[in-house]
């Protein structure tokens, strides 16, 4: 049975969230920020991805260590939409709450765990989800200007249609410069194994072991399935201090996904401004 917007489990993460905003010190920090971004295949489909553009808006409460410590704690809340400008069901609107904890046992290492717990309100009612699971993070600074660093995240997501919940188990390492104090970039690769929903004809049968249901979606005009997908994604991104305050960031990404429906492939990107008071 499809659960309503005000199901008991998605108040919760809006009360977590509500709590968490009020108990940040008064030092905290502040982010508001826009951002355009654009994914070639929106629907997951082996063959004829529907592209999509959105544009997005955020507002995030920050916690960050000062650096006086050995040990710290960090958190983050952030209240984020967006609107798609192609396929328009998949608009939507989320809030994120995310405690954690910092440790310091090297000048040159710190290694940060957090879990986390999103609700997410999709214009297409059956991608509406709660997802929860935990990060952890370790970054190396090799000299003053290079640092590398390596994550694991496990999410699990539960969506109001079986066929769009999924776990997942991602891991990644990348690689940053910083040319001066205002300015970087970044390379990565993840890798993650996990389900994923993939669009299919409506008379494409279902092969054999793929019992994990299948539906019927108005937003992408097409049977959806749900697969176990191995990921691979090659990233890079920049950014730049304009000022103390402002900052822009932009980012791409080539992801190569295998699954028992067969391969596909995805470009995605983005663009954001982001103003931290």
Same mark, same amino acid.
């Given at each position: 049975m499809r659960e309503k917007a005000t199901s008991p489990r998605r108040r919760a993460v809006f009360l977590a969230g509500w709590i968490l905003l009020w108990s940040i010190p008064a030092l905290a920090e502040r982010e508001v920020g826009a951002t355009l971004g654009f994914d070639t295949n929106v629907n997951r489909a082996v063959d004829g991805g529907e592209s999509d553009v959105q544009l997005g808006g955020y507002a995030a409460f920050l916690r960050t260590p000062d650096g006086e410590s050995r040990y710290d704690w960090a958190a983050t809340a952030t209240v984020e939409g967006a609107i798609s400008l192609e396929v328009t069901d998949l608009s939507f609107a989320a809030l994120t709450v995310e405690p954690g904890f910092v440790f310091f046992p090297r000048w040159w290492l710190t290694v940060a765990a957090s879990p986390f717990l999103q609700g997410k309100v999709v214009k297409d009612t059956d991608q509406s989800a709660v997802a929860f699971g935990g990060k952890i993070r370790f970054r190396e600074q090799i000299r003053r200007n290079l640092y590398l660093g390596q994550y694991y995240v496990?999410?699990?997501?539960?969506?109001?249609?079986?066929?769009?919940?999924?776990? !997942?188990?991602?891991?990644?390492? *990348?690689?940053?410069?910083?040319? @001066? #104090?205002?300015?970087?970039? !970044?390379?990565?690769?993840? *890798?993650?194994?996990? =389900?994923? *929903?993939?669009?299919?004809?409506?008379?494409?049968?279902?092969?054999?072991?793929?019992? #994990?249901?299948?539906?019927?979606?108005?937003?992408?005009?097409? =049977?959806?399935? @749900?697969?176990?997908?191995? @990921?691979?994604?090659?990233?890079?991104?920049?950014?730049? =201090?304009?000022t103390p305050s402002l900052t822009f960031q932009a980012g791409y990404t080539y992801a190569a996904n295998e699954g028992d429906l067969g391969p596909f492939t995805s470009h995605s990107g983005y663009g954001g401004i982001a103003y931290r008071f």
């Open positions: 496990y999410t699990d997501s539960r969506a109001n249609a079986d066929v769009f919940s999924y776990t !997942e188990h991602a891991v990644g390492i *990348f690689f940053g410069v910083l040319w @001066r #104090k205002t300015a970087f970039s !970044e390379i990565g690769y993840g *890798f993650s194994h996990g =389900d994923s *929903f993939r669009t299919v004809s409506t008379t494409t049968p279902t092969p054999p072991g793929m019992g #994990k249901g299948r539906r019927y979606s108005s937003t992408f005009g097409a =049977d959806v399935v @749900r697969d176990t997908v191995d @990921r691979h994604a090659v990233s890079v991104s920049a950014g730049i =201090d304009w």
